[in-house]
């Protein structure tokens, strides 16, 4: 099942016009990317940074950071050799 798509237009402008970039590099390279994490509450920055997946004062509070990951292994590519 597909992992959900955050919405690329809370990015940064500039940011965002990166990240498509990188996307369509990856795309092109024949891997199937997904914006997984765009802009995140101080409350969900807190709980990753609490469970060691992130720290509180994350790029992501600001529209500067994005997680793009398989969507089909999500964040075990490696695992699955994709």
Known sequence: MPYKQDDISL???TFRASV???IRRVRSAGHNPCLFD???TVEEAKRNAARGKGIVRSMHLYGAA???ICNIHGWDCAKNKC
């Open 38 to 40: 765009t802009l995140r």
């Open 66 to 68: 994005a997680d793009v």
């Open 20 to 22: 498509e970039g990188v």
């Open 11 to 13: 990015l940064l402008p």
